[in-house]
Structure formats: C-alpha cells, structure tokens
C-alpha cells in the first residue's frame, strides 16, 4: 500500500528497521526527516513538493520533500537537475543534430531524432558510392546495424559521405537501404577525424566526440572497418 505523507502521519515503519543497515543497491541512501527519523530509500520519481522512495523490500512511499531534512532536499533537487541534464545531447551532439538526413523507402529527407540525448556511442561511417571497397562492405555494414541496434538503443552509425555531390550520395543510401542516419552533404566532415584518411572507415566515440577506435592503429595503420564492427559488438556488451 503507498501512503501520502501529506498526512504527517505514515507508517513510515515500512522503512524504519531496528538499525540502519548497509546500503544495498545504487542509488539506495540513508534519508532523514525534520522529526529526527532516518530510512533507507532510492528515488523513483518526483513531482513537484513530493519525492517517491523505494526501500530496500521494494516498498514505496510519496514523500513531502519540506519534511526532509535540508541537506536531502539538496539530494532531490540534484537528482531532478541530473535528469534534466540527461535528457540534453552533448555539445558534440548539438553541432550536427540539426543538419541530418534519413532514407526512408525512396526518399531522402530531414531526420529530428528525438533521442540522441540517449546515446552513448556512435559510429561514423566514412564512405562513397564511387570506391569499391565500400560498396562491398556497405551491404556487411547494413546487416550488422538491423541486427546490433534494436537490442542497443544507446548506439547509433551516422554516415559521412565522400562523395563529390548530393545526388551521388542519396543515390548511395537509397541503392544499398542505408537504415542510419547522414550528415547532410558536404557537412561536418571535419567533426570526427580518423587516424588515416582512407575509406571504407568506421570511426567510433562517445556521447562527448572522444574517439575510442577507429579504422586505423595509432600509427596509421589500416585494419578495416569489419575490425572495428567486432570492437563495437565486444563495446556493448560490457
């Protein structure tokens, strides 16, 4: 049964316990009210005046934050800041979310994605339609995202196109079904950079634009971007 704290009065036996144990899981915390009672508790969720809490046995409870101590109200307003911080793409994000394109059936068109705030990593594919390497590689590549990204909504391939005019390069996703998202053309090529200049080429990095690996070893090495593709596989499961 979840009680309202608006009452003053609840069973807040419900998280009290002979003494306070060791905290458990992230985020369960020591809390403390106005009346000298503590608990142990996560955040699930607010509104505004109220903190709901989960204890340890998994029972939950709407809290008045005005009857937390100082201190926790401090935490709640953090936790609230943290997830409206979260729900924003990064810097790096920011400089190219408005400038893609999707295929969708035979058309080209502007792509808003709404989650890239959500993303942990990308991967750019540097590519054109006129080099023979990536026209064999492409179809690999296209298997490998309609497999890997239902499963990993924190991954996203963008492709970066190397060809010499727009016309080519929507001809390119729409003959081999590109599925990802396309800077639009002649755009952000300079944003991600590899350790070589060759293509077919995979460059991968966090939310924040650092790369992680790319097509290319430290000393410009070239070792493909199906090496790379192992290495996002290996990136996700951990």
């Known amino acids: 049964m979840k009680t309202r704290s608006s009452l003053l009065v609840f069973p807040l036996v419900l998280f009290l316990g002979s003494s306070i144990s060791l905290l458990v899981g992230e ?123 239902p499963d990993h909504p924190e991954f996203e391939l963008i492709f970066v196109s190397s060809d010499s005019n727009e016309d080519s390069m929507e001809a390119y996703m729409k003959s081999y079904k590109m599925p990802w998202p396309s800077f639009e053309f002649d755009k952000h090529k300079d944003l991600v950079r590899s350790f070589g200049g060759g293509i077919p080429c995979l460059v991968v990095t966090d939310a924040n634009g650092k790369k992680l690996f790319d097509s290319y070893t430290k000393d410009k090495k070239y070792i493909g971007p199906s090496t790379v593709m192992r290495e996002i596989e290996t990136l996700l499961k951990n």
């Open 27 to 149: 985020g369960i915390r020591t809390w403390n009210d106005i009346y000298g009672r503590s608990f142990e508790a996560e955040i699930i969720s607010t509104t505004p005046g109220v903190v709901r809490l989960k204890n340890q046995e998994g029972k939950e409870i709407d809290f008045q934050t005005t009857h937390l101590q100082a201190s926790d109200q401090g935490i709640v307003r953090a936790w609230e800041q943290a997830k409206v911080n979260a729900s924003k793409p990064s810097e790096f994000v920011t400089e190219f979310e408005k400038d893609l394109v999707i295929r969708e059936n035979e058309k080209v068109k502007s792509y808003e994605p709404t989650d890239l705030a959500q993303i942990k990593y990308f991967a750019f594919y540097m590519s054109a339609s006129w080099c023979p390497p990536c026209k064999k590689f492409t179809p690999k590549l296209v298997d490998f995202y309609n497999r890997l990204k």
